[in-house]
T-cell receptor, first 112, second 118 residues
Framework: AQKVTQAQTEISVVEKEDVTLDCVYE???????LFWYKQPPSGELVFLIR??????QNEISGRYSWNFQKSTSSFNFTITASQVVDSAVYFC?????????FGSGTRLSIRP | DSGVTQTPKHLITATGQRVTLRCSPR?????VYWYQQSLDQGLQFLIQ???????AKGNILERFSAQQFPDLHSELNLSSLELGDSALYFC?????????????????FGPGTRLTVL
């Protein structure tokens, strides 16, 4: 069965520090998708990225970057030069066939 | 603003009651997904509809049901409510895809309906 583990329950860093959020998944499927979502204090879920299992290229979007490694079943998310607005709960998710599983989330606090 | 709307924003009701949550997807999106977010269970996928038909089912209780109407809006019906059903219920939608609506499509979430069962 699929499983998504976000071992870091809470992370607190000072503004401008870089921070990496870990995501490890378990799956028996060869075709699957991985996602990251952000949930700011206001509560809505904001889509950040989707990767499919055949595309291991790392992705960079501004201060955000993602490192997908099938060999370690990981899809880690790095925020460079963090800002207070990055404070939120971040969820990693795995989808295959007709099922999507979310990790338990990492609460990120950026201190000014 | 994702373009997905949900009503009501808040709902307070009593145990044993029945409620209906409503979701309007983004214009053009054919898939609607429902999720439950609670403190103890986290974020859980409940059910997906694609163009009016049930496409995928997650951890949805038998007391819960959903449907998608011809205008593509969706309703989630929760009945015989229990205290443990108190949660934030999200709806999401995704655009039509070649895969005809798999859970791998990028989903855009609505603001959620916070249900409190007293």
């Amino acid at each position: 069965a699929q499983k998504v583990t976000q071992a870091q329950t809470e992370i607190s860093v000072v503004e401008k520090e870089d921070v990496t959020l870990d995501c490890v998944y378990e799956t028996r499927d060869t075709t699957y998708y991985l996602f990251w979502y952000k949930q700011p204090p206001s509560g809505e879920l904001v889509f950040l990225i989707r990767r499919n299992s055949f595309d291991e290229q790392n992705e960079i979007s501004g201060r955000y970057s993602w490192n997908f490694q099938k060999s370690t079943s990981s899809f880690n998310f790095t925020i460079t030069a963090s800002q207070v607005v990055d404070s939120a709960v971040y969820f990693c998710a795995h989808s295959s066939a007709s099922k999507i599983i979310f990790g338990s989330g990492t609460r990120l606090s950026i201190r000014p | 603003d994702s373009g997905v709307t949900q009503t009501p924003k808040h709902l307070i009701t009593a145990t044993g009651q029945r409620v209906t949550l409503r979701c309007s997807p983004r214009s053009g999106d054919l898939s609607v997904y429902w999720y439950q977010q609670s403190l103890d269970q986290g974020l859980q996928f409940l059910i997906q509809y694609y163009n009016g038909e049930e496409r995928a089912k997650g951890n949805i209780l038998e007391r819960f049901s959903a449907q998608q109407f011809p205008d593509l809006h969706s309703e989630l019906n929760l009945s015989s409510l229990e205290l443990g059903d108190s949660a934030l219920y999200f709806c999401a939608s995704s655009a039509p895809s070649l895969r005809a609506g798999g859970t791998g499509d990028t989903q855009y979430f609505g603001p959620g309906t916070r249900l409190t069962v007293l």
